[in-house]
């Protein structure tokens, strides 16, 4: 079960959740959704393009009972259920790219933001943004690699079913993928899905374009890329870009 809060438009819906905690329902999760956002995010800060009526914007409120450092845990979690979720109700297999996006077959399907709240060394409150491309057919000139549901599956998605069928699934599966002991399967179920898992590939780091192996993640979130000479190499996220 999910509270829900559907606004017609707003700035952004992580935005919206984190400035009306007296909306947000005390013991379910919450789901703040737009049909439009004027300044929607992504990761780091970079603007989320999206065309209005089309798609999917919306943020799910958690209260997660996880340590600080085990934010990417939850990262994974929901991208992860997300992903499930599309491939039952869309059938496509989407696939988690490192370390926030959803893709299938080369294309940006959605992006996660998630901000989390602290108190002490607790995570109190996680907000789960989710910008998922649903039924637009054209995108920008700066955003080559963007696809959406009805481009992979040549039909068009009913959002509300679409919205509901992914809050369902959040609602229900996450909290057993975040319970304790469950580090390891995962870690395994992630990398199942991960992008370009044990492929060569196309990186970028301080100008220089470099060619290795994606070996999976940790579970702080460095990625693990196996280097030419065979060593292992980790990194934090912006560290490098992917070019594949």
């Known amino acids: 079960m999910y509270h829900l809060i559907e606004l017609q438009q707003t700035a952004s819906t992580n935005a919206y959740a984190r400035e009306n905690p007296e909306a947000l329902h005390p013991s379910l999760p919450t789901v ?41 845990r939850l990262s994974m979690a929901f991208a992860l259920t997300v992903a499930r ?3 039952r109700h869309c059938g496509l297999a989407a696939q ?3 370390p926030n996006d959803l893709y299938h077959q080369g294309r940006k399907l959605g992006g996660i933001l998630i901000e989390n709240s602290l108190r002490g060394t607790r995570i109190e409150q996680a907000i789960c943004g989710l910008g998922l491309n649903v039924n637009q057919l054209a995108f920008p000139a700066e955003l080559p690699k963007a696809g959406s549901l009805a481009l992979a599956t040549g039909r068009r998605w ?47 780091r301080a100008g220089q374009i470099f060619l ?17 000479s065979g060593l292992e190499e980790l990194f934090w996220f912006k560290q490098v870009a992917w070019l594949d």
């Open 32 to 72: 703040v959704w737009a049909h439009a956002q004027s300044q929607g995010r992504g990761q780091m800060g970079t603007r989320w393009l999206d065309e209005p009526g089309q798609n999917l914007t919306f943020s799910v409120v958690l209260r997660p009972a996880l340590e600080a450092q085990e934010q990417f």
């Open 85 to 87: 979720a599309l491939e």
């Open 96 to 98: 988690v790219k490192w």
């Open 158 to 204: 009913d959002r509300p079913a679409l919205l509901h069928h992914l809050a369902t699934a959040i609602a229900a599966e996450l909290p057993p993928l975040l319970a304790h002991g469950r580090l390891a399967g995962l870690l395994e179920a992630y990398h199942a899905r991960m992008y370009r898992f044990g492929l060569p590939t196309r990186f970028e």
């Open 212 to 228: 290795a192996t994606v070996f999976g993640i940790l579970p702080d979130g460095r990625l693990r890329l196996l280097m030419p």
